[in-house]
């Protein structure tokens, strides 16, 4: 539903659909890309352990995903508890592009969309039966299009549609069901329109399609109001909830008799409890109530709970209002709407565009959904089913108590133990596992008492009690890296086509040009996933189809071997003056967001395929500066961090290109001359990148035992499975330390050479340290080194899940924009900011509402804590 909605701004439309047919005669033959005949994997749905039907398990809500992004994640999916996927409408929208289009359709027909082909959806559903997953479509039937002359040609005499105009006083009844929202309000106690739409309905079925969720059900009336619409639609066998947001009306009572009404038909939405659970843990607290609707008297089996939903991420401030808050915090809030017994709960993956005109249709969103505490808490959702629950809080946690279980959610903050009530002794005293962490919890008539870790969320299981897991068959993928190929038969050039069984539109043929990194060798940086490739000249020449055996391997005379990097002294002179990059790449972007990561999405006016959101991942070169290696044919270019924040979108202008502050900059090529002496003999050729140490990292090892590769493996008590052997690869940093970032509750490392050679178990001292010849010690940065009086700190006494800086001069208040830059988290609660030395003023905040008073620096390397300023 698109809210209260008066105007929309059509956005350019970038789109173009390109069909290709390739017939290629010879010793291979090119991966066929968009079949949906093509299953993705073999799938058991009996060992997801999923509901049997849709009111008993949980939704992921796939909002503007194709329909072949669903079905590729459909092992995901399955695997992380979902019974349900529920898509954007399949009908025609009156445009293409931005996503409120899909919901101002034409008609009421399935075709092809921002979202795929009919075919591609039946294929969807016929997939989605061998995981036991259930399809919903949104359907729109409460208006259409504003484009009178472009609708369903049988619908356009005046007889079948409302003409009281705009809707006024929402707590009017009659005005909400008679009256438009922004579009034509079509006549829906008409019986010709009714049967149209149960034609629609019919149609869906005949697709596969098991479930439908009605946009604005609120503004259809019900037959009680004369209107025999509901009983005419939903009577297909199929599952049917209603979107009615705040309820029938905006009566704050009143209005209970026709909600009841609705249920006589479907589930309803209880979008009034999703604010109330979202609101409290933005705050930092809990939420008092057990349900809105729910206790006004409508059955818990039939009511729709969730912690956000698309009208809260994609209207900006006009209901709702969730995008300013972070994942965590939706997280918290759909823990508690998806342990509760009877109810369904919905789960939003979220856009990675914020902004309502710059959300597209087709575009991928978030697959956070795939997180270790949201797969718990639905398998325990699935695993309680019919089991009696009771909703309770204390010491400022959220407690949902079932008889062979409990799911604990604090209000805030993570990594404590804590006792809670265990609410009219539901939970069964015993002893009982935690499925996220896997620490000991203890539970008596009264009390429920254990360790919350880090995502601030608890799914307890009685012990002995069979915790459920989802299972997949996954595919030989790789991790994100560098592959190699020796250039034996000398083409002029050489680019790497890849792809994976999940998805064959990774890249577009002849693929993306590689670098030569000398003696004929050519080096490409690939994402993860990509499980085959295929070496080309571009032109007629190219390898067989290769299953890729990892990264940082080489393709040499017709086989896999790992790469080796040469040990070498150099001195090394800089023959240019200028600021340069050194990387294999051809496009950079300078982070002065300071994103974690990275990603470069790129496409053409004739290929708007090249890559799948968020693109690929870019490579860190030093200086807060990233690489990535794209193609010459490339017109377009968005740079985000995969996780909703992003440029708009960007015209390229050539390669070796720098994007800096909103404007591009050529980019040097760094040139050297060498004076090398090559302490082993190898066959290959050096190719070793070196980055400065940045935030990027908060660990660092000195490789005094000139170990090829460096790794770490580290753990936790509460968490012995943070990595697996040898850990995660360190990254070589220009002054000859390795560096790596972990997480902040991590608490022994190994520090190993990824074969037989390791230190002993390490117990790390705190973060920003180097381990050197058996001791930690402060690490410094070059910049640290160079620019030491620039850092402020803040001790976050307040547990802050994010810590951001808005600082500013008398002079320039616009140093930063509000909530200003995220600090990076040095360990024992103390947060860094490198700050210009002018800076004058300072304010400490989380990104949503707390913050301290306007601070007068008083120098640098201070840190504030308990109210004051004092050394670092």
């Known amino acids: 539903m698109i809210l209260k909605s008066k105007n929309n701004t059509r956005n350019k439309i970038i789109g173009v659909i390109v069909a290709i047919c390739l017939l290629i ?30 009111q008993d398990g949980v939704i992921l809500h796939c909002f503007d995903w194709k329909y072949n992004d669903i079905r590729y994640e459909l092992p995901n999916i399955a695997a992380a508890g979902f019974t349900s996927v529920q898509t954007s409408p399949a009908q025609v929208g009156k445009e293409s592009g931005a996503w409120y289009w899909l919901y101002q359709p034409l008609g009421f027909y399935a075709g092809t969309n921002d979202l795929g082909t009919v075919d591609e959806l039946k294929a969807l559903c016929s997939e989605a039966d061998k995981y036991g997953i259930k ?24 007889q079948y549609w409302h003409t009281y105009g705009t809707v006024s006083n929402w707590s009017d009844r009659y005005q909400v069901v008679m009256g438009e929202i922004g579009m034509p309000d079509i006549n829906s106690e008409h019986s010709y329109v009714q049967q149209v739409v149960a034609n629609y309905i019919n149609e869906l079925k005949s697709y596969g399609v098991d479930g439908i969720r009605w946009d604005a059900a609120k503004h259809i009336a019900l037959p009680s109001e004369n209107c025999n619409f509901w009983s005419t639609v939903t009577s297909q066998g199929l599952y049917h909830y209603g979107e009615i947001l705040v309820g029938p009306d905006d009566r704050s009572s009143g209005n209970e008799g026709l909600m009841k009404e609705y249920t006589n038909y479907m589930s309803v939405t209880d979008s009034s409890y999703g604010k109330t659970l979202r609101d409290a843990f933005a705050s930092g607290s809990v939420p008092s109530a057990y349900g809105n609707w729910a206790a006004r008297g409508i059955a818990n089996n039939k009511l729709i709970y969730w912690g956000e939903s698309h009208d809260t991420w994609s209207n900006g401030t006009d209901w709702g209002y969730s995008n300013g808050m972070s994942q965590n915090v939706i997280d918290r809030a759909y823990a508690v709407a998806a342990s509760r017994n009877e109810v369904s709960a919905l789960y939003f993956s979220r856009p990675a565009s914020k902004d309502k005109n710059s959300i597209r249709g087709g575009q991928k969103g978030s697959t956070h959904f795939t997180s270790a505490e949201v797969a718990a808490v639905n398998h325990f959702h699935n695993a309680m089913i019919g089991q009696k629950d009771y909703y309770t809080t204390g010491n400022n946690c959220a407690v949902v108590s079932r008889e062979s279980g409990a799911v604990i959610v604090a209000g805030s903050g993570g990594n404590f133990t804590v006792s809670v009530p265990n609410g009219g002794s539901t939970t069964q005293p015993g002893t009982y596992k935690e499925a996220i962490t896997g620490s000991t919890w203890t539970v008596t008539s009264s009390t429920i008492s254990g360790y919350i870790g880090s995502s601030g969320i608890a799914v307890i299981y009685k012990e002995g009690y069979e915790i459920p897991t989802g299972t997949t068959t996954t595919e030989n993928v790789s991790e994100a890296g560098t592959v190699y190929f020796k250039n034996t ?29 000398g003696d004929n060798v050519y080096s490409v940086n690939i994402p993860a ?9 571009g032109g007629d020449l190219k390898t067989d189809d290769l299953n890729l055996p990892g990264v940082n391997k080489i393709y040499n005379n017709g086989s896999w071997s790992d790469y080796a990097v040469e040990t070498t002294t150099q001195q090394e002179t800089t023959t240019q003056e200028e600021t340069t990059v050194a990387s ?18 790129y496409w053409s006016d004739s290929n708007t395929k090249m890559t799948t959101w968020p693109g690929v991942q870019m490579t860190n070169v030093g200086n807060n500066t990233y690489g990535a290696n ?91 499975g943070m990595t697996t052997w040898p850990g995660k690869q360190m990254t070589k940093l220009s002054d000859g330390t390795y560096g790596i970032k972990v997480p902040t509750d991590a608490k022994y490392i190994i520090f190993n050479n990824g074969s037989n050679t390791q230190t002993k178990d390490i117990t790390i001292s705190g973060f920003e340290k180097v381990y050197n010849n058996g001791s930690w010690s ?95």
């Open 630 to 720: 794209i193609p010459e044919t490339a017109n377009y270019i968005i740079f985000s961090d995969g996780n909703g924040n992003q440029t708009s979108d960007i015209t390229l202008k050539g390669l070796n290109k720098l994007y800096n502050n909103g404007s591009w900059e050529t980019v040097e090529e760094e040139t050297t001359t060498q004076e090398e002496t090559t302490t082993q003999e190898e066959t290959t050729t050096e190719q070793e990148t070196t980055t400065q140490a940045s935030d990027d990292y908060n660990i660092y090892y000195k490789n005094t035992g000139n170990w090829s590769n460096v790794y770490a493996y580290y753990w936790s008590d509460a968490n012995t």
């Open 529 to 537: 996933g990509v499980s085959k490739i295929i070496f080309n000249n």
């Open 135 to 158: 399809v919903i479509v949104d359907v729109v039937a409460n208006h259409l299009g504003s484009d009178h002359s472009r609708i369903q040609s049988d619908l356009r005499d005046s």
């Open 489 to 517: 038969s000398n083409w002029s050039d050489v680019y790497a086509y890849y792809w994976s069984d999940s998805n064959t539109t990774m890249t577009t043929w002849p693929g993306v040009k590689m670098t030569n990194v």
């Open 25 to 54: 005669t010879g010793i291979i033959s090119i991966p066929r890309l968009f079949d949906s005949k093509v299953p993705v994997k073999a799938a058991n749905s009996s060992s997801y352990n999923l509901a049997s039907n849709i």
């Open 584 to 601: 294999d790449s051809n496009i950079f972007y300078k982070n002065t967001k300071n994103w974690s990561k990275v990603y470069a999405y």
């Open 778 to 872: 402060n690490y410094a940065t070059e910049e640290e080194t160079t620019a030491a009086g620039n850092y402020l700190y803040f001790k976050n006494s307040n547990n802050w899940s994010n810590v951001y800086a808005y600082y500013w001069s008398n002079s320039n208040t616009k140093m930063t924009t509000w909530p200003g830059k995220q600090m990076t988290n040095m360990g024992s609660g103390v947060y860094r900011i490198e700050v210009p030395s002018d800076a004058k003023y300072i304010i400490f905040n989380n990104g949503n509402g707390s913050q301290t008073s306007d601070l007068t620096i008083s120098g640098m390397n201070k840190i504030y804590q308990n109210n004051k300023w004092s050394n670092y």
